[in-house]
């Protein structure tokens, strides 16, 4: 075979194999993003994290009706600690997305990327 | 409320599903934390190939093709080592021991306390009830002995006949005379049950039934009839007892009042007595009772209004028997002890039992109403009557037939019922076994792009969970559903009784099929049985009742909803099951389960599986036979490619 | 404030919408014996239908000379003001209800005038298929329905409906200059409907995307089916029953179903009604 077009072919496979990865660490950041509680179903988002800062800055702490990604509603009891808990998994999830992205971004064999 | 996992495995010729649900038991144990069931129709090979199973899985639950261990009865001796199935389980014998604690001499039959009457009402033939069927017949019961001509109509057992040659009966009928034209032709005249359409013979012509018409059974309780000549106490006439004057006695469906004081002897005195009223029938004994009759029951009399017969089955107290000699040794010996009676003269050194203590009477008297004891010395406190006793234990000493026992045993009549097992001498091996056969399915199991095979695919016993789970909260899972995190615990946490996937993520990321979507262009939506959580309440039982009839009529359900396969699939009967749950639109029956379902299919193939991460080879799009590989961590996945999850795992075996 | 609903209905050659007009009254009168509901119509119609309207409203300010379209869009604006509701739904012929919609007059009570923006298919999911809304996505009109519509008779509404009036009597002009990417060869109510409300620049006034005032829209190619036949009959079953209720292949309807094909209204459909309601 020509070796430009089996060049050609070996990227194209790395890219395929680079996207299948990019795919697999995203879907773990969005199961990694979701927080559950008390029957609901959160998606840690900005929009949520900014809604409950300001929720509690306006002096709702307890008792609260949140609305859930299935639009239930959900009775927090503890709004504080409700959004320390949403803070501390957004973290985890975003800071492991990135270390394993960075790790992705390093390697240019397909061998390197499955390692 | 109990929780754990419920895991299935029903192997097939080629793959060994028990290793598969081993392993899914092992990462259940460990992410999960929760106690794990299995269900497999495999049992014995299971034991025999991996005896270590009990670290992984807590209860085997077998399908069996036919029961093999018998439930358990008291009535049955059984050596040590049998299997016998009681509450839900397999229970070994362990200890050598009669199955209850047993007495031949004494039975204390607590008399029945009420009497019952069961009424069966008869249905008379009512033509509005019925239409005319087969008019301008007659039709002629048959008889023995009489001659039938060409062209008669005859019913015979429920078969109506027309007659092909003239002849003369027997004694038994000539079938082969005869055309047999309809069957099941009930007769008219003694009607107990007809359904809508039966066909019935009466006065010589056909009727079809309009309506179900059934005789009624209705129970009458003694307190239904009317009680007569109320105010008089009547005592059963007894050989060898005092009778007072003014006493009424029944003797022999006979009331009787004394008229003489006197000692009764062997025979009746009859002329101690005027007879007050003849044909009392005696209520403990009869058996069919007519409208009028006067009854003895329970020391009164009762007029009855209704005609019946008496219930069989009235109730009865446990009957408490006890083996004297086994179980219970002679103390105090020598002496014979009296229950106390008021009114009866007492002599001195006489031993009498009254209210748990044994006395002895140092002074002749007559007794009066009351217990005199300042006539008796104490002689040994606590001292129960046998007969009355539910409980006693080792050393009691107890008063029965006139002499002291004491007891070699511990009693309970709750341990010893005749329906409850001993549990000193059994064992539960907490496995439980389930009579089903798999309907014969097969299906292609692929092994990668270029290979597959035909096997048995068994998956319909799963619209059983609700009945073989052991636990209220059940989290049922496939055993290639391997899981690598802990987000499903969340099920036990949160208040829905349902939980399923409805969407999932193919990890190839080109692949749709829209037959994972909807179960046909025009049908429902498709939900995920890979796993699903419930809790077992009114509503679920409900779902899984509904399922098992889904699956019990696939071909019927699988044209209702246009799914084109004809295979049983239980993605199919959940999902059918869901939305008539949801009174046959989208609702919010079913919850979602936490996290995604990822899944990919048999032509993909797992490589390695080590801790939470997991190496695939993913068909390429439209490239068959390349694969691009694929690594995921942390994620659970239902891996279709139950070869390749087997490879692995022979490999971690060194097998 | 009175308030009731609203249909107007004009008999074509064979199809007696008027008879359509009829089946959708006794089916919201199945739900709610208290409704009122008028019909605008020129058609004479048979003595049993005057039991389910309260009032037969002739369509006003009628030019016997000119023509007409099919649908009668020329004559729709006319709505506003010979309805004799302070309050009005206003509902296509070709419905039928299967709930209570009494919940929709809590909500709308909020509003002048409201346009439905989000119709379902037969599953009941919000339809996002764009086959029959071409001219409204090229043409950046907003995404109403005037199948179930409301007004409060207001000087809002009044205005509203002036500009209803000049679109529809110079369609022409108005689609030349606005909605000029696939032109619709007719007048259509919804772009009529639509195009006032972007004119006033009034969209976030006249509707809201979660509004539970919405219909069942039985449009065959918007059913998210891969394979739609020309009638929606062709492709799934209707099942009537006894009780009045309506399933569609495997789903029960509820809400408004706008079945759109007149052939669907069977007379076994009326008989069922008419039973139901008592009325006959």
């Known amino acids: 075979m020509d070796e430009r077009l089996e060049k050609a072919l070996e990227f194209a496979n790395f890219m395929v194999t680079l996207n299948n990865q990019k795919r697999a660490l995203k879907e773990k950041y969005h199961t990694d993003c979701v927080y559950y509680q008390n029957g609901g179903t959160f998606t840690i988002t900005k929009d949520l994290i900014t809604f409950l800062k300001t929720l509690i800055d306006m002096g709702n702490t307890t008792d609260i009706v949140v609305i859930d990604d299935n639009d239930l509603p959900v009775r927090v009891n503890d709004l504080q600690q409700f959004l320390d808990d949403a803070i501390d998994q957004y973290f985890i999830a975003s800071n492991s997305y990135y270390n394993d992205y960075q790790l992705l971004k390093k390697n240019r064999s397909v061998e390197a990327l499955t390692q | 409320m109990s929780k754990g996992v419920l895991i299935y495995a029903l192997n097939n010729e080629q793959i060994d599903y028990a290793k598969l649900a081993l392993n899914a038991a092992r990462r259940v144990k460990k992410y999960l934390g929760v106690p794990v069931a299995l269900v497999t129709d495999s049992a014995d090979w299971l034991y025999k190939q991996y005896p270590n199973y009990k670290d992984d899985v807590d209860m085997v639950i077998k399908v069996v093709h036919q029961a093999e261990v018998s439930p358990w009865t008291s009535t049955w001796q059984y050596p040590v080592g049998s299997l016998a199935f009681y509450n839900g389980t397999v229970w070994r014998k362990v200890n050598e021991g009669p199955e209850i604690v047993d007495v031949v001499d004494v039975v204390d039959v607590v008399e029945k306390a009420e009497i019952e009457v069961v009424k069966e009402t008869t249905y008379s033939f009512n033509q509005e009830d019925f239409d005319a069927v087969y008019e301008g017949i007659d039709v002629d019961k048959w008889y023995p002995n009489l001659p039938y001509l060409v062209g008669q109509h005859v019913w015979y057992e429920n078969t109506l006949y027309r007659c092909a040659i003239q002849y003369t009966e027997g004694e038994t009928f000539s079938k082969d005379k005869y055309i047999s034209l309809i069957d099941k032709v009930q007769d008219g005249d003694i009607i107990e049950k007809i359904f809508k359409g039966n066909i019935v013979l009466f006065n010589r012509s056909l009727w079809m039934s309009k309506f179900d018409i059934k005789t009624e059974i209705i129970t009458y309780k003694i307190e239904d009839f009317e009680p007569v000549y109320e105010g008089i106490d009547i005592d059963k006439w007894y050989p060898n007892l005092p009778y007072l004057v003014g006493q009424h006695v029944w003797y022999e469906n006979t009331l009787y009042r004394c008229h003489t004081e006197y000692e009764e002897k062997e025979e009746f005195s009859i002329g101690q007595y005027d007879i007050i009223l003849e044909n009392v029938q005696d209520g403990d004994i009869i058996e069919e009772i007519s409208k009028g009759d006067i009854i003895l029951f329970n020391r009164t009399l009762w007029m009855s209004d209704i005609a019946g017969k008496r219930k069989k089955e009235t109730v009865t107290n446990i009957q408490k028997t006890y083996k004297i000699e086994d179980n219970f040794t002679r103390v105090y010996e020598g002496i014979d002890i009296d229950k106390w009676y008021p009114k009866l003269p007492y002599l001195v050194g006489q031993h009498v039992w009254y209210e748990n203590t044994l006395y002895r009477c140092h002074t002749e008297y007559e007794e009066q109403e009351e217990f005199s004891s300042d006539q008796y010395d104490i002689v040994l406190e606590n001292v129960n009557e046998l007969t009355q006793l539910t409980k006693f234990t080792k050393g009691d000493i107890l008063f029965h037939e006139r002499v002291l026992w004491m007891s070699l045993i511990n009693y309970d009549i709750a341990q010893s019922s005749k329906d409850k097992i001993r549990y000193d001498l059994w064992e539960d091996t907490k496995e439980r076994f389930l009579v089903y056969d798999s309907a014969p399915q097969y299906r292609q199991y692929f092994d990668g792009a270029m290979t597959h095979k035909k096997l048995r695919f068994k998956n319909d016993i799963r619209v059983k969970s609700f009945e073989l789970s052991p636990f209220d909260e059940t989290l049922v899972i496939d055993c290639d559903y391997l899981i690598n995190n802990d987000i499903l615990k969340y099920c036990w946490q949160q208040p829905h009784d349902f939980l399923i996937h409805k969407q999932a993520v193919d990890l190839s990321g080109y692949r749709y099929d829209p037959r994972l979507v909807t179960l046909s262009d025009k049908s429902i939506d498709f939900y995920w049985a890979t796993v699903f959580f419930f809790r077992k309440n009114k509503n679920t039982e409900i779902f899984f009742n509904y399922l098992g009839h889904i699956q019990e009529n696939w071909n019927y359900y699988r044209y209702i909803y246009q799914i084109e396969q004809g295979l049983y699939r239980n993605d199919f009967a959940f999902s059918i099951a869901i939305h008539v749950m949801n009174g046959y639109q989208n609702g919010t029956w079913a919850h979602d389960l936490p996290g995604k379902l990822y899944y990919t299919i048999d032509k993909d193939i797992l490589l390695e599986h080590f801790d939470t991460e997991m190496k695939f080879l993913v068909e390429k799009e439209k490239y068959r036979g390349e694969y691009t590989i694929m690594k995921t961590k942390g994620i659970n996945v239902h891996v279709m490619n139950k070869f390749s999850i087997s490879r692995i795992l022979n490999e971690e075996l060194n097998v | ?280």
Not at chain 3, 62 to 68: G, V
Not at chain 3, 193 to 219: R, Y
């Open chain 3, 1 to 280: 404030m009175s308030k009731g609903f609203l249909i107007f209905a004009e008999d074509a050659k064979l199809k007696k919408y008027t008879r359509s007009a009829y089946a959708l009254a006794l089916s919201i009168k199945n739900h709610m014996p208290n409704a009122d509901i008028s019909l605008v119509t020129d058609n004479k119609i048979p003595e049993k239908y005057r039991l389910v309207f309260d009032q037969i409203v002739p369509v006003p300010w009628r030019d016997r000379n000119k023509t007409t379209t099919f649908f009668k869009t020329e004559d729709r604006w006319k709505l506003y003001h010979c309805s004799p509701y302070d309050e009005t739904i206003v509902l296509d012929a070709d419905m039928l209800a299967f709930s209570n919609l009494d919940i929709w007059w809590e909500y709308l009570k909020n509003y002048d005038v409201f346009l439905t923006s989000n119709v379902l298919d037969y599953r009941g999911k919000i339809v996002t298929g764009r086959y029959y809304r071409k001219t409204f996505d090229s043409n950046n009109l907003p995404n109403f329905y005037f199948g179930a519509a409301y007004f409060k008779k207001s000087d809002y509404a009044k205005e509203y409906f002036n500009w209803v009036e000049d679109i529809s009597n110079n369609w022409e002009l108005f689609y030349g200059r606005y909605v000029n990417v696939n032109y619709p060869k007719l007048p259509s109510m919804d772009v009529t409907a639509s195009l006032a409300a972007k004119i006033l620049n009034c969209e976030n006034l006249v509707s809201h995307k979660n509004a539970p005032v919405t219909f069942t829209h039985m449009k065959p190619m918007i059913q998210n089916w891969e394979s739609p036949t020309e009638s929606w009959q062709d492709s799934i079953g209707a099942y009537f029953n006894k009780n009045c209720e309506l399933k569609i292949g495997n789903y029960q309807q509820h809400g408004l179903f706008h079945y759109t094909e007149y052939s669907f209204l069977t007379d076994h459909i009326i008989n069922q009604l008419e039973k139901i309601t008592g009325i006959s």
